[in-house]
């Protein structure tokens, strides 16, 4: 299984970014997806998150700011990010609950993560 995030950079501060995850290799299926961030000394913390049927979870600091969205048949989640901070600079790490082909259960994978980078 591989988790192969896309979209991030360097934005001002006020300016937008979309992430896209998409999910592959030997999937049966996936229940929740979602992003989570590392700051430089800092632990990682979850940004959002979206159930396989749509329901969605905001950290308390980027509510308003932030919408997840999936395409299930593309095994794909977005993040779409505006009105960015320069607190918001991280590293974004994509996740998936997978079951794959050879297992009964869903286990947490890790994308590789994608920097984001805002300046004030």
């Known amino acids: 299984v591989q988790l192969v995030e896309s979209g991030g950079g360097l934005v001002q501060a006020g300016g937008s970014l979309r992430l896209s995850c998409t999910a592959s290799?030997?999937?049966?299926?996936?229940?929740?997806m979602g992003w989570y961030r590392q700051a430089p000394g800092k632990q990682r913390e979850l940004v959002a998150t979206?159930?396989?049927?749509?329901?969605?979870n905001f950290a308390d600091s980027v509510k308003g700011r932030f919408t997840i969205s999936r395409e299930n048949t593309k095994n794909t989640i977005y993040l779409q990010m505006n009105s960015l901070k320069p607190e918001d600079t991280a590293v974004y790490y994509c996740?998936?609950?997978?079951?794959?082909?050879?297992?009964?259960?869903?286990?947490?994978?890790w994308g590789q993560g994608t920097q984001v980078t805002v300046s004030s």
């Open positions: 979206i159930a396989s049927g749509g329901s969605t």
């Open positions: 996740y998936a609950e997978i079951r794959t082909l050879v297992t009964t259960y869903h286990h947490p994978y």
């Open positions: 290799g030997g999937i049966f299926s996936i229940n929740d």
